[in-house]
């Protein structure tokens, strides 16, 4: 089975520009976390979906950072404007219907200059 | 804050030898917990994992034990080998919505 599918792996952007990342869970998984994992620290939920709605984005800063699911499959995240605290690790992780173990994918690691 | 921290953030052991990583929660209320296993470069992976109404859970090499008086977790690894080397996490389920809340972790390091 293909695990969680993460792109880019890697990005380095200047602050106030933008940047998107991909995620594509595993088949017919029905619900999609996105996790910030900062560098020596545990990883912090940003998101939570259940098919194409959002579920959890209490801990999403709105003013900058924005999530979609639309079809219910891949997901996007997205940063505008990039601050230097952004740089982390962005996890995104899926998890099946009526399940609680998550799996994670690789992660796209964001360094901000 | 965190809900739920580590002791120690570095373990080094011996090959062969056990190890046991520790954690500390805040919420009495949560009911589901797991470790993960973060190699570098990698996202983390699921080890074992136990409800609250279990104290001990076995896995293969490791066990998970909960301890809900004093809000502990620990995870103890038998035999540890070098692939084990990695940053452990606990993690607890925050009202049974999915919504999951990660330690601090704790590196372990395995000499030959």
């Known amino acids: 089975e293909a695990g969680v599918a993460q792109s880019p792996r890697y990005k380095i952007i200047e602050k106030r520009q933008s940047v998107a990342f991909w995620c594509n869970p595993i088949?017919?998984?029905?619900?999609l976390y996105w996790y910030q994992q900062i560098l020596g620290q545990g990883p912090k939920l940003l998101i939570q979906f259940q098919n194409n709605g959002v579920v959890d984005d209490s801990q999403l800063p709105k003013d900058r950072f924005s999530a979609e699911r639309l079809k219910g499959v891949d997901s996007t995240l997205k940063i505008q404007p990039a601050k230097l605290e952004d740089s982390a690790v962005y996890l995104c992780?899926?998890?099946?219907?009526?399940?609680?173990?998550?799996?994670f994918g690789p992660g796209t690691r964001l360094t901000v200059l | 804050g965190e809900s739920v921290g580590l002791h120690l953030p570095t373990l080094s052991v011996q090959e062969g030898d056990n190890s046991i990583i520790n954690c500390a929660y805040s919420n009495s209320a949560s009911d589901y917990f797991i470790w993960y296993k973060q190699e570098s470069g990698k996202g983390p992976q699921f080890i074992i994992d136990?409800?609250?109404?279990?104290d001990k859970r076995q896995g293969q090499r490791v066990t998970v034990l909960l301890n809900k008086t004093v809000k502990h977790l620990s995870l103890q690894i038998a035999a540890t080998q070098p692939g084990d080397s990695a940053v452990y996490f606990c993690a607890e389920e925050e009202n049974q919505g999915g919504k999951l809340i990660f330690g601090q972790g704790t590196e372990l390091s395995v000499k030959p």
């Open positions: 992780a899926s998890t099946p219907v009526g399940h609680n173990e998550q799996f």
């Open positions: 088949s017919g998984h029905a619900t």
């Open positions: 136990i409800r609250s109404n279990m």
